[in-house]
Structures are given as structure tokens and as C-alpha cells.
């Protein structure tokens, strides 16, 4: 395989690991302003819930497929309100990372390691 950087490649366990931190890091500043705003109280708690399984690496499979879950909800409820400043290319985004998370596993620094 041909790489500009090769020797980078030798720490690509750490790339998920990157991936779960940033987007449970993102995912829980927002569902802590969405809590604090009294706004859809019980999908914010779910959210801050998985968020903090992510961020700590413990059952990250699981914890991503309830934000892909919550967030496909979140777009859901936006298409039938008809919310026209509803951002879903970063909603997207963020279910790309999700996704991934869920293929790939969670990383380097996590409690739950593959059997």
C-alpha cells in the first residue's frame, strides 16, 4: 500500500479512540444545554447517559447505537415540525462518526475490549 505517511499507520488504534472522545464530548455539551433549557428532558438524559459510556469507553457499541437511535428521532421529530433551521448535515456528521464507532469498536483507553 502506498502512504505519504507510513509510519502513521502504526498508531491507527488510536483513531476510534479520538472519534469516541470528540463525539461524546459534542454530544454531551449539547444534551447538557438541552437538559438545562428543560427541553425533551428524557432524550437528554438518554443522551448524557450514552455520551458518558462513550467518553469512558464502556460499552461503546451499545452506547453508540442509542445516539444513532436518538439522533435519528431528533431528525425525525424535526422533519414532521418542519423546523427549517434544523442543521442536518451536522446531524448527519455526527451518525457518520457513530456508525464507525459501532464498526470499529471503541479504541485505544477503553473498558470494554473486544473477546
Known amino acids: 500500500m502506498l502512504s505519504l505517511f507510513p ?4 498508531y491507527s488504534f488510536f483513531a476510534p479512540t479520538l472519534l469516541r472522545v470528540a463525539i461524546a464530548l459534542l454530544i454531551l455539551v449539547g444534551s447538557t444545554r438541552s ?28 452506547a453508540a447505537l ?12 424535526a422533519k414532521k415540525r ?14 457518520a462518526v457513530l456508525v464507525a464507532l459501532l464498526l470499529l469498536g471503541p479504541g485505544a483507553w477503553a473498558f470494554d475490549w473486544p473477546l
Open 7 to 10: 509510519y502513521l499507520l502504526d
Open 35 to 62: 437538559f438545562k433549557q428543560r427541553k425533551v428532558v428524557a432524550l437528554s438524559v438518554i443522551k448524557i447517559s450514552a455520551s458518558i459510556l462513550l467518553l469512558i469507553g464502556l460499552l461503546t457499541q451499545l
Open 82 to 95: 418542519g423546523d427549517g433551521h434544523f442543521h442536518l448535515h451536522y446531524h448527519l456528521l455526527k451518525l
Open 66 to 77: 442509542v445516539l444513532v437511535l436518538a439522533i435519528v428521532f431528533e431528525i425525525w421529530q
